[in-house]
């Protein structure tokens, strides 16, 4: 998903250093780990009806970047560009959607983050949280 480079979504709000290098105002992608209803506090599997009842807890993509990331979480010295290309988004976003379909809904929050099989895909993690009627999808 994406969060569109609007007046809302301001990268510098959450890390200053990018307001000082110049990448204070930029589209943020990432990978959506969870979905909370904002009424129950609840984990969702899914969201359904009006998106601003929900608040979602997305992984940023710089978690898998060389200029901020790993090499175990960016595929090495040498990972692709587009960060969907990268095998270790690929088998997150996989075991993400298998965990959801399986009713084990994890969050940063709530706990599981930290559990595998995420431990052992991923080494440390950047997440943002945003209203789900600010994102659009990514193809």
Same mark, same amino acid.
């Given at each position: 998903?994406?969060?569109?480079?609007?007046?809302?979504?301001?990268?510098?709000?959450?890390?200053?250093?990018?307001? %000082?290098?110049?990448?204070?105002?930029?589209?943020?992608?990432?990978? $959506?780990?969870?979905?909370?209803?904002?009424?129950?506090?609840?984990?969702?599997?899914?969201?359904?009806?009006?998106?601003?009842?929900?608040?979602?807890?997305?992984?940023?993509?710089?978690?898998?970047?060389?200029?901020?990331?790993?090499?175990?979480?960016?595929?090495?010295?040498?990972?692709?560009?587009?960060?969907?290309?990268?095998?270790?988004? %690929?088998?997150?976003?996989?075991?993400?959607?298998?965990?959801?379909?399986?009713?084990?809904? $994890?969050?940063?929050?709530?706990?599981?983050?930290?559990?595998?099989?995420?431990?052992?895909?991923?080494?440390?993690?950047?997440?943002?949280? $945003?209203?789900? %009627?600010? $994102?659009?999808?990514?193809?």
């Amino acid at each position: 998903m994406r969060i569109p480079a609007e007046e809302r979504n301001l990268i510098g709000r959450y890390d200053p250093r990018a307001a %000082q290098d110049g990448r204070g105002r930029e589209a943020i992608e990432g990978v $959506v780990c969870s979905v909370r209803e904002i009424k129950t506090g609840k984990l969702a599997p899914k969201t359904s009806g009006d998106l601003s009842d929900y608040v979602l807890e997305v992984l940023h993509s710089q978690t898998f970047r060389l200029h901020y990331g790993s090499d175990r979480n960016t595929g090495g010295p040498r990972g692709p560009e587009d960060v969907r290309e990268n095998p270790v988004w %690929q088998r997150l976003r996989a075991a993400l959607r298998e965990m959801t379909a399986g009713k084990k809904l $994890v969050s940063v929050s709530a706990g599981g983050m930290s559990e595998e099989p995420l431990r052992s895909l991923l080494d440390g993690w950047r997440v943002v949280k $945003v209203k789900a %009627q600010h $994102v659009e999808a990514m193809t």
